[in-house]
């Protein structure tokens, strides 16, 4: 985070201008300070300021000024009792005003002996606004001098720093801010076309080199979004062709295996002279009815590829009871030449919320798979019961089993396991993939899985 901050170019158009603008204030410091002529003070230049101050001053706050003077100057002061040195009957000073202040006898005479040709002593008389005692101040000036511009100096350093900083702060934003504010708009709208957001535009007057850059990024947006609008229009329509061109031919070949299997028995059956198929009126009316079958299927194979393109489905109260049973009768014969037995347990009234045709269209795609994929002379339980708020199907094919690999991927278009490329049941893949989607658009579970006794297919559907 810290890096990308430092590789930003608004933070180093700040960071240039701040030191510069920084540097040279210092730079004019430094050169007024060397070019200024010395300015030599005595310390004792000040003592009629103190002793004023200390006239208008409680006693507490004197001592704190004495402090602060004797801290700056290196005078030292004796504070006295005037009467008791006038009478010289106490000469030692003052203890408890001010804390730098000489406090025995002891330092006055260091003092004293401090003093040399050069040095100063003198006395003031004051008094404290809270204090009627009259006092005495001694002090030692032991002939100093110091130059002011340095002494200003030193007392101002902070404020001039602070001021320094602060304006160099502010201009260096300010700088920045106009500087980097059309580079960073660039940037964002750059960011969004990147993101494919081509509605995002520069918004700037300027009649420069970055106002030039920014109309040609505007035109370049709006020509970008033209252009793979056409595209993905284009790609939407070659899709939607290929789609329903694809789902007609493939799934048509895997949903009519089972009216074209029934159709062949009754053919053969008769062809051959095979009980009971030497009834050939009785048999050649069921062929036909089986041929509109067939045709049935072909028209529900169209609606579901139209489905599959739009999200609009026409939805009714629908029993599941009343769907299994027909699509079982529609597969009687089939279990009949497979020599199939048929084991139903479907409660009444196991109403929901959806599509009749498309459901059945799905349910009969789960039966057919259940046929095909079942061994002959085998079982097949077909129970639909209701728990809850759900119409629960299940369609069990006893005896037959599912390649661990291929279950996950029975539901995705044109998947076909190696189980079902053989000339008997080769398949589109198309089949499961439809009756899955039919089942999630009514807002209901498909699932296929292993069990001990062979395959479950499960269908879940909201009941009403």
């Given at each position: 985070?810290?890096?990308?901050?430092?590789?930003?170019?608004?933070?180093?158009?700040?960071?240039?201008?701040?030191?510069?603008?920084?540097?040279?204030?210092?730079?004019?410091?430094?050169?007024?300070?060397?070019?200024?002529?010395?300015?030599?003070?005595?310390?004792?230049?000040?003592?009629?300021?103190?002793?004023?101050?200390?006239?208008?001053?409680?006693?507490?706050?004197?001592?704190?000024?004495?402090?602060?003077?004797?801290?700056?100057?290196?005078?030292?002061?004796?504070?006295?009792?005037?009467?008791?040195?006038?009478?010289?009957?106490?000469?030692?000073?003052?203890?408890?005003?001010?804390?730098?202040?000489?406090?025995?006898?002891?330092?006055?005479?260091?003092?004293?002996?401090?003093?040399?040709?050069?040095?100063?002593?003198?006395?003031?008389?004051?008094?404290?606004?809270?204090?009627?005692?009259?006092?005495?101040?001694?002090?030692?000036?032991?002939?100093?001098?110091?130059?002011?511009?340095?002494?200003?100096?030193?007392?101002?350093?902070?404020?001039?720093?602070?001021?320094?900083?602060?304006?160099?702060?502010?201009?260096?934003?300010?700088?920045?801010?106009?500087?980097?504010?059309?580079?960073?708009?660039?940037s964002l709208v750059s960011k969004k076309m990147a993101d494919m957001d081509f509605d995002a535009r520069c918004e700037t007057g300027r009649r420069d080199e970055i106002g030039d850059l920014a109309r040609n990024l505007n035109q370049m947006s709006a020509t970008l979004d033209q252009k793979i609008n056409e595209l993905e229009d284009e790609i939407t329509r070659v899709k939607e062709l290929e789609s329903q061109k694809e789902m007609f031919f493939a799934a048509a070949s895997h949903e009519?295996?089972?009216?074209?299997?029934?159709?062949?028995?009754?053919?053969?059956?008769?062809?051959?002279?095979?009980?009971?198929?030497?009834?050939?009126?009785?048999?050649?009316?069921?062929?036909?009815?089986?041929?509109?079958?067939?045709?049935?299927?072909?028209?529900?194979?169209?609606?579901?590829?139209?489905?599959?393109?739009?999200?609009?489905?026409?939805?009714?109260?629908?029993?599941?009871?009343?769907?299994?049973?027909?699509?079982?009768?529609?597969?009687?014969?089939?279990?009949?030449?497979?020599?199939?037995?048929?084991?139903?347990?479907?409660?009444?009234?196991?109403?929901f919320q959806g599509n009749a045709e498309l459901t059945a269209l799905a349910i009969g795609a789960f039966i057919s798979n259940a046929v095909f994929y079942s061994k002959e002379d085998s079982e097949i339980d077909i129970e639909s019961i209701r728990e809850g708020d759900k119409v629960i199907t299940s369609i069990r094919n006893k005896g037959a089993h599912i390649d661990d690999r291929d279950l996950p991927h029975l539901f995705e278009p044109f998947y076909r396991s190696d189980a079902s490329?053989?000339?008997?049941?080769?398949?589109?893949?198309?089949?499961?993939?439809?009756?899955?989607?039919?089942?999630?658009?009514?807002?209901?579970?498909?699932?296929?899985?292993?069990?001990?006794?062979?395959?479950?297919?499960?269908?879940?559907?909201?009941?009403?």
């Amino acid at each position: 985070m810290i890096r990308k901050i430092f590789n930003r170019l608004s933070f180093k158009v700040f960071l240039i201008s701040f030191i510069v603008q920084f540097l040279s204030g210092f730079l004019i410091c430094f050169i007024l300070y060397s070019k200024t002529p010395e300015m030599m003070y005595s310390p004792r230049d000040e003592l009629d300021d103190l002793v004023e101050m200390l006239e208008h001053s409680p006693r507490s706050k004197g001592g704190m000024l004495i402090d602060d003077y004797i801290e700056r100057t290196g005078v030292d002061i004796a504070i006295y009792v005037q009467e008791d040195y006038v009478n010289g009957t106490y000469n030692a000073p003052v203890k408890t005003i001010g804390k730098r202040s000489l406090k025995s006898v002891e330092d006055v005479n260091k003092a004293n002996d401090k003093l040399d040709e050069n040095g100063y002593f003198g006395t003031y008389g004051i008094r404290f606004t809270d204090d009627d005692t009259d006092y005495m101040l001694q002090y030692y000036d032991y002939g100093e001098k110091h130059n002011l511009i340095p002494r200003a100096l030193a007392g101002s350093y902070k404020q001039i720093i602070l001021i320094l900083t602060l304006i160099s702060l502010v201009s260096s934003l300010i700088y920045a801010y106009l500087f980097a504010r059309p580079v960073r708009q660039l940037s964002l709208v750059s960011k969004k076309m990147a993101d494919m957001d081509f509605d995002a535009r520069c918004e700037t007057g300027r009649r420069d080199e970055i106002g030039d850059l920014a109309r040609n990024l505007n035109q370049m947006s709006a020509t970008l979004d033209q252009k793979i609008n056409e595209l993905e229009d284009e790609i939407t329509r070659v899709k939607e062709l290929e789609s329903q061109k694809e789902m007609f031919f493939a799934a048509a070949s895997h949903e009519l295996k089972t009216p074209v299997t029934v159709l062949e028995g009754h053919i053969r059956g008769m062809i051959e002279g095979i009980e009971p198929y030497e009834d050939h009126d009785t048999y050649l009316a069921k062929s036909l009815r089986t041929v509109k079958q067939m045709e049935a299927l072909i028209n529900e194979i169209l609606t579901a590829s139209k489905m599959q393109s739009s999200d609009d489905m026409e939805m009714t109260q629908v029993d599941m009871g009343e769907i299994l049973g027909t699509k079982l009768r529609e597969s009687e014969d089939l279990f009949l030449i497979r020599n199939i037995n048929v084991n139903k347990n479907i409660e009444s009234g196991l109403m929901f919320q959806g599509n009749a045709e498309l459901t059945a269209l799905a349910i009969g795609a789960f039966i057919s798979n259940a046929v095909f994929y079942s061994k002959e002379d085998s079982e097949i339980d077909i129970e639909s019961i209701r728990e809850g708020d759900k119409v629960i199907t299940s369609i069990r094919n006893k005896g037959a089993h599912i390649d661990d690999r291929d279950l996950p991927h029975l539901f995705e278009p044109f998947y076909r396991s190696d189980a079902s490329r053989n000339s008997r049941t080769g398949g589109s893949g198309l089949g499961l993939y439809i009756a899955n989607l039919i089942i999630t658009k009514q807002g209901g579970t498909a699932s296929l899985t292993n069990e001990e006794e062979g395959v479950l297919a499960k269908i879940i559907l909201p009941s009403t």
